[in-house]
């Protein structure tokens, strides 16, 4: 147990201790967070145990650490030296690890990356890592999270040390003012900005709050900081807090992420212990302090005036703004919230300085993105890329492209309040104003790549539905609006839309935005409009020819046997729930069309591709 | 002041105050922006969810909800563009997407915002179609019908509920389109909070809450509105009568309306069917062969006069007794005091003030020069603290307990509330004194011994503006919190607490009604309580004072205007010879010089045979006395027992001649309010039947028996009042339809006074009283071993002959129930809900036992409005010797099990 | 004073994580607990989705219909596990033993399509997998 730091140079000092620390020779980091899904753990204690029988625990180490970002290669692990990356490992494996690549130096090519036959073992030379710029992932993955010591002889803290002792508030807020770091939450404001007028507001009680209420379907960045490095977002809140003048922080956590908040739990009681958190931090009468709070289940908390009602143990109902949160937020103090990312990109400004850190990025954007990549995309996971990286080198050179060589057909950026972005914008560098300008928002870094198979309609149909269940019901426009909206599109996916519909949707839509009392209500209609705008031939086709060209919606399809393949195998007859398919053995099967429930199970199943979806 | 700033909305240049919205700032230009869930009245944040509100700022994008919005120096607001007014039709469209379009058998058709802002804005058939929220309509209690497909989530009902009045019945539940208005599910409705008020459905833009009882009973172009004052208690709301084909179809408030603002408590919402009643008086009754039988006016007057004229020729004026009403008008007041005085010629008359607050009189009298409410309602919104004493408010006097409520939670001021029973108001008390029944004295001295012993009084007020400190300072010095704790049962540390809660205050308000009043030291707790305001300053300024809260609506009035057996109207005192000599002159007879008999003093009399008559306006004594055996004793002893009222009460059923007269809604004149405001109340409906005006029939009886009063209207009567009565020298009714009037009022260029005492005290310089503890007359002991203590609920009203007859609120609280500690209900093996004989030396009653931890082990409580279990069966008539009011609020009991 | 009303809901969720949901007694008692309006701890109870005032099955199915599950077949995921169970989204089976929600993320896109049996992942779903997954939840108890 490290002894409370009272000082910087106690905390300089144990950082050198930490590193002058004997090493051992191998460390094994497996993800034990996101690959948890798929038996993380139970790699880990395979891998312990394996280590303990070799007597071999002076030697290797297994690190348990956060997200290694390339998630579809769940379980994950590094061993490093030399950085081999190993994927899709189970405790099976371990014995194996150990003796060959671990003991004997041997690669294990089936555990490999690998694109057709090109094998490739060190992590650093993957396509997937090569091309991003890990800058506030950087020690995501390497870290275990849980371990104060480890964290800080990997630089945790570094900053905080330099802004208490060498620099003023006005000065901490003039360097991320000029580093231009704007808020990864979704809107893109300057967090610089944001902080002079919490500080400029009047009042001793001041409140910081990390909004980690990551509620976006398919984004998962913050959920991989929180339980991969909590103590990098911890420091930024730390700085924050000084620069505005705050005494307090509320990190606000989704319940959904049990692992996140565990960690971010550990973390604060770690930095509380040694005197990093509490009343005067390393002797320089600095007081803070930080509480964890937990969502309940509700999207719109993501909003800041939702979440501070949430946080006053409200209901999470949006509250008009002026007044911003900045002069009377959470109970009606001057309230500075930002994002986990946001936070997690200050100690990076403070330690490369406001210049070197403006260098990444484009004119208007600076620093680098986390994006969540998934859906039809081979390499899914997360990826840091410097603002201004074009969305084909994300999908394809990072993700690797589509798989099973269909076409790429749309990204949908900034999950329900972004937009479907077409092919003819793959090349177009994406920082905050590119994507706003093509009907598309940053958001949080969602980005679901879709291929052929996926219908347009039925990708407004199902964001509409989400921000429709997840409305909070307090203004018209979004309480009522997305809910008719919802109903025209789901009437033109079942193929009884008409054409005045399409209409209907972009004024309605229109009217929406403009009228609703907060950012979900007002980009709510995003998805439906961008579709409409890039994919208006889908909505034609499913109100004109009654027909999903990407046969994908359900009350379009009809399921058909072909009789020229069919086999007579009778697998799909078997698992057939609804007794729709008939016929004799060795004989061509039939489905008859007012049964099926179109469920797809046949399809599936059958191994001669004898069935066919129209 | 704040500063001002300046901005153009639609061409027009408006002027506001910084921190005004947009709205506010174009509502003062004369500007209307449709709005739906904002409503300036409730004086609370706007929530900005209808979006109706939209207005454009030349020179940013997008509209911005002028309710939330803040107005800002120079910029140009346009309210009213096409493409506004598009937007606008899209909410209201999105709105009628979920909504019945029957507004052709809507209740609220011609009354609602939505209709007509789909009018004004021209939607016809909304674009949009879809699932649309159907339920049917829900009842969870007599009065409020919430139609939930009619509900447009505006959210205004739920902000009055919580943060207007305080009572959070009710609130949003669910979610996005789910989302609906509802008490707790799945809640009982008499575990509710929900007090029907119905304030929900005043300020309900749309018909999703509507009043059961008015459902088909009219339209708003169908309904005369008239506005007046509410008959029951003391506060004086203004409400609106609606009425149609001369019958009273339902009250609201309006908005910004009175003293209340439009708001209203559950009587005087829904409590006014008795107006209606079959049963009430339509013709005069004359007993004949002991049985009440219909006569003609001619008839019964007569009868009357003649045995009136018989009594005093036998047995002298002083025979005859007359009780005035505080239901009745300032007007019909002043006419029975002058008929009893100078037709009758005696000074016994009274009425029942004299049973709640004649010690508040005869003690603020002493100490100050003036026996009122010295502040205003309104200064609780100025309060830095206040003390309720003996006042459960929030059931007694509910709008002004939710003004109090509303310092406590929203202005989070310190809140000492002393009471021993764990009253509505104890939940936001910042301290709860529990002091035992009667021990008033001791916990006010005190305090005031710790204000003292820390320095805490202000000695600048105590120098220049009173008289006999070292007499208060002398008396109080033995009353250590220790000592105090001892007699009041109050831990010292509490009393201590509260004492510098209330001292350092700087304006701190005292608010008591009749838990101070009703004991035999009634007078001696107003003047310690007078004491504790005067040694702390906490007289004569805003948000600060002495408040005692009045019983009835016009309990002030009655005895401004002097049915009081001791002063002539305006506190003028018989025996003050120059007084007398006005009247005498105005009057044009002798009056008597002598101090006349008391309520008590006129039963005591009648049951001992030297009061031979008794004149009872619209009172009731046969429930609302103490010791009803004795009551009854007396009334029956009587030669000559005249009651005029609008039922057949308890005490009218012994009468000798009965006659029917009018109630607050078939009248024209002034009542005055607890807080000395003088309000106009106005006619709404013709009586019922022959019943007469009750001014009407007193001055035809004056003339039968040879003394000629007459008035052409009750506006005359006013102009005899103001020549008479200097505090309300200045009042006419030329001035009151522009607004009502406090009282001093000496002038007709006087604005009337928000709050007394305010250079000087009335009397001059303000006098301490020392007061010391006298224990109550009639302690617990081993026969009786419980105390009891009477009172009201909120549902009911005095004798309950108004409230008991009406349907909401007699389905709220059909049977009475006496309060039992669960402690003392388990020795007694008594269950909620059973019945119970409850015996005092005096009588005895059954009743319903309410088990609950309200009340404190030992003492019991009981409301005294119920015919069928009378509280002042058990009563004491003990008196206090100052004002003779009666022990109402401590007297020995025991309980046992009902036969 | 302010922390302490604010901490009404994780009084809230601890009352919960010991009955498995919220009883109306429970309910009520936190109102007193908390001086916070009954009608108030409701607003707050059925606005929040985590929040639950049935009682609920044994084991909760969490079917993520996030946008990379859904792109890559959520909705027969869901359809599957209705089937199977003979319930709909958001109700619980008879016999208490499951109930089935849908959830807008888990976090876990790249296992998509996603379901969560209490604290359980399971990834990469086929309406077969789902069925024999329940089924064999089913036939361990």
Known sequence: MIKPLTSIDELSKLRAELAARPRPEVEIRVCSTGCRALGALEVCEALEQEIESRDLDRRVRVVRTGCHGLCAGAVAMVIDPPGIFYQGVTPDDVPEIIQSTVLNGEIINRLCWADGDRVIARQEDIPFYKHQTRLVLRNCGVVDPRSLEDCIAHGAYSALPQVLSAMSPEQVISEVLASGLRGRGGAGFPTGRKWQFARAAAGELKYVICNADEGDPGAFMDRALLEGDPHLMIEGMLIGAYAIGSGQGIIYVRAEYPIAIEHTQIALARARQVGLLGTNILGMGFDFDIEIRQGAGAFVCGEETALIASVEGKRGMPRPRPPFPATSGLYGKPTNINNVETWANVPRVIQQGAVTYSEIGTEGSKGTKIFALAGQVRNTGLVEVPMGTTLREIIFDIGGGIPRGRKFKAAQIGGPSGGCVPPRYLDLPIDYDSVEQIGAIMGSGGLIVMDEATCMVDIAQFFTEFVQKESCGKCVPCRVGTKRMLEMLTRITEGEGELADIDRLERLGQMIKQTSLCGLGQTAPNPVLSTIRYFRDEYEAHILEKRCPACACQALLTYRIRADICTGCTACAKVCSVGAISGEPKQPHTIDISTCIKCGVCYQTCKFQAIVVE | MADRISLKIDAVEVTVPEGATILEAALSAGIDIPHLCYDPQLGLPPTSSCRLCVVQIEGTPGLVASCSHPATSGIVVHTDTEEIRQTRRMVIELLLSDHPHDCLTCEKSGDCDLQKYAYELAVKEPEHVGEAVRPEPIQDGPAIIYDRSKCILCGRCVEVCHNVEVTGAIDFLGRGFDTHIGLPPGLPRDQSVCTECGNCIDVCPTGALSFAGAEGAGRVWELERTVTICPYCGVGCQIVLQTRNNRLVKITGAPGLGVNHGRLCVKGHFGFDFINHPERLTQPLIRRNGELTPATWEEALDFAAERLAQVKADFGPDAIGGLSSAKCTNEENYVMQRFMRAAVGTNNIDHCARLCHASTVAGLARAFGSGAMTNSIEDFEKADAIFVIGSNTTECHPVIGAAIKRAAVQREVPLIVADPRAIELTEFATVHLCQKHGTDVALINGLIHVILQEGLEDKEFIAARTEDFEQLQAAVAPYTPEFAEKITGVPAEDIIRAARLYAKAPAASIVFAMGITQHTTGTDNVLALANLAMVTGNVGKPGAGVNPLRGQNNVQGACDLGALSNVYPGYQKVDDEQARANFEAAWGVLLPANVGLTVVEMINAAAEGDLKALYIIGENPMLSDPDLSHVEEGLRNLELLIVQDIFLTETAQLADVVLPATGFAEKDGTFTNTERRVQRVRQALPPPGEARLDWEITCDLARRLGYEMSYPDVAAIQDEIAQLTPIYGGITYERLEQGSLQWPCPDSTHPGTPFLHKDQFTRGRGKFHPVQFIPAQELPDDDYPFVLSTGRILQHFHTGTMSRRTKVLDELVPVGAIEIHPDDAQELGVGDGQPVKVISRRGEIEIAARVTDRVVPGTVFLAFHYREAPANRLTIAALDPVAKIPEFKVCAVKIGPAD | ?141
């Open chain 3, 1 to 141: 004073m302010c922390f302490s009303r604010s901490r009404s809901a994780s009084v809230t969720y601890q009352v919960q994580e010991c009955f498995g949901y919220l009883p109306p007694p429970a309910l009520k008692e936190i109102s007193q607990r908390t001086n916070i309006r009954l009608s108030r701890v409701y607003g707050v109870v059925t606005f929040y989705a985590q929040f639950y005032t049935e009682p609920r099955g044994r084991h909760t199915i969490r079917v993520c219909r996030g946008t990379a599950c859904h792109v890559k077949g959520a909705g027969r995921v869901l359809d599957a596990a209705c089937r199977e169970l003979g319930i709909t989204e958001g109700e619980t089976t008879p016999d208490l033993m499951f109930c089935l929600e849908t959830v807008a993320c888990l976090g876990t896109c790249f296992l998509a399509p996603v379901m969560m049996i209490d604290n359980q992942y399971f990834g990469r779903l086929t309406p077969q997998r789902v069925q024999s997954i329940l089924r064999d939840y089913q036939t361990k108890q």
